[in-house]
Nanobody
Framework: VQLQASGGGLVQAGGSMRLSCAAS????????IGWFRQAPGKEREFVAA????????NFADSVKGRFTISRDNASNTVHLQMNRLKPEDTATYYC?????????????????WGQGTLVTVSS
């Protein structure tokens, strides 16, 4: 499964943005897909994940209540809807697929990161 994140850009604090993760490969629907982000000088950190069925989701505490995650297995796409954005959400966002089922936040279990998409939130 090859993944590509898109949809980033510049937004003002308090605004919204929707990221997309497009996948190729027939096994997409079997995999948990996760979103991670990396700010300059910082470690890559977990943001959200959605299991294969779409019913099991997980969010980092820092984004709970502001971000939602959804998937469309028919179009091999996962979306990350980001609302009430803050300057500290500024980062490059990556999507990847998990080696295990369930919406794990363990970064070491994710593969095929691909190129990320930059999100910049201005204050």
């Amino acid at each position: 499964v090859q993944l590509q994140a898109s949809g980033g850009g510049l937004v003002q604090a308090g605004g919204s943005m929707r990221l997309s993760c497009a996948a190729s490969g027939r096994t997409f629907s079997r995999h948990t897909i996760g979103w991670f982000r990396q700010a300059p000088g910082k470690e890559r950190e977990f943001v959200a994940a959605i299991a294969s069925s779409g019913s099991n989701k997980n969010f980092a505490d820092s984004v709970k209540g502001r971000f939602t995650i959804s998937r469309d297995n028919a179009s091999n796409t996962v979306h990350l809807q980001m609302n009430r954005l803050k300057p500290e959400d500024t980062a490059t966002y990556y999507c990847a697929f998990s080696l295990i089922s369930g919406a794990t936040m363990r970064k070491e279990l994710y593969r095929n990161w691909g190129q990320g998409t930059l999100v910049t939130v201005s204050s």
